[in-house]
T-cell receptor, first 113, second 110 residues
């Protein structure tokens, strides 16, 4: 398996623009997680899905953030409108049920100018 | 807070020496996991220890867990320059999600 695939690897955009991050989890995994990593706050869980259903979105910072998982092989994280404070590295991870070892993608480095 | 706290925040050693990192936490856990992150990369799982286990080994890695003290340690023996990375402990409470600490940045000097 190719592992968790994220795109794009880098995204530079201007404040107010819509940003869409994409993730393809490992085939057969039941769970998908979206994280944000910054120097100040470390690695924060934004939302996670189980069998394509959102289970916990308590980490989503604002209504500007939304995530979808239309099928078992694809998920998106959207920020609309983007702000400079959204600049971070966003990771997607997937896991099978028990023992929930997570496999991370390479991340998307987002810069909002 | 459910988050684990790693100690030290940064560690610099010479190649061949052992590196020890600690993780303390406050919540009850189902298991505790350690991950490594090389600069500019995603996290990679290293080892998982369940709440009813006290010690696990994997190659040059040794992990201990003391649930009475709510602490874990990761020992890397005979370190190599390639071990230079950030190391994170991740707690699994009773839910499926993991809660990551802020990490220990390890530098192994050749």
């Amino acid at each position: 398996d190719a592992g968790v695939i994220q795109s794009p690897r880098h995204e530079v955009t201007e404040m107010g623009q819509e940003v869409t991050l994409r993730c393809k989890p490992i085939s057969g995994h039941d769970y998908l997680f979206w994280y944000r990593q910054t120097m100040m706050r470390g690695l924060e869980l934004l939302i996670y899905f189980n069998n394509n259903v959102p289970i916990d979105d308590s980490g989503m910072p604002e209504d500007r953030f939304s995530a979808k998982m239309p099928n078992a092989s694809f998920s998106t994280l959207k920020i609309q409108p983007s702000e400079p404070r959204d600049s971070a590295v966003y990771f997607c991870a997937s896991s099978k049920d028990r023992p929930n070892i997570q496999y991370f993608g390479a991340g998307t480095r987002l810069s909002v100018l | 807070s459910q988050q684990g706290e790693e100690d030290p925040q940064a560690l610099s050693i010479q190649e061949g020496e052992n590196a020890t990192m600690n993780c303390s936490y406050k919540t009850s856990i189902n298991n505790l996991q350690w991950y490594r992150q090389n600069s500019g990369r995603g996290l990679v799982h290293l080892i998982l220890i369940r709440s009813n286990e006290r010690e696990k080994h994997s190659g040059r890695l040794r992990v201990t867990l003391d649930t009475s003290k709510k602490s874990s340690s990761l020992l890397i023996t005979a370190s190599r320059a390639a071990d230079t990375a950030s190391y994170f402990c991740a707690l699994r409470p009773e839910t499926e999600k993991l809660v990551f600490g802020k990490g220990t940045k390890l530098t192994v000097n050749p």
